[in-house]
């Protein structure tokens, strides 16, 4: 992992942190019958987005940011929906949960170049 990387993680966590927030205060807004939600929903939107573009400026690829911004949040928001609101997760559901984790952990292993031994480089 590059010093990029590292430096571009925790505000790549906190993104997550903030869109998963958004996306179950939008759901717990009812369709705009609880205005009050929509507050966290318009910050948390926008500070994960702003947040992602530091992610962006301190190195990291956008394909392997935006993937694990997006699969960590769909994993997390399908997990609280379930604890929060009652909503159910099925089998097939659950599976893709789970090829979604594996997806990101590929998307990340592969962004990192493989060292070549000096006699392969010759």
Partial sequence: MTPHHRSAWPPLLVAIALEVTATLSLRAAEGFTHP???????????GSLWLLSVVLDRGMPVGVAYGIWSAIGVVLTA???????????????????????????????????RATSPERAS
């Fill in 79 to 113: 997990v609280l929906g379930t604890a929060l609101f009652g909503e159910t997760l099925g089998t097939v559901q659950i599976i893709g949960v789970g090829a979604i984790v594996v997806g990101v952990l590929l998307v990340e292993l592969g962004s990192h170049p």
């Fill in 36 to 46: 009050f939600w929509l507050i966290p929903v318009v910050i948390g939107y926008t």
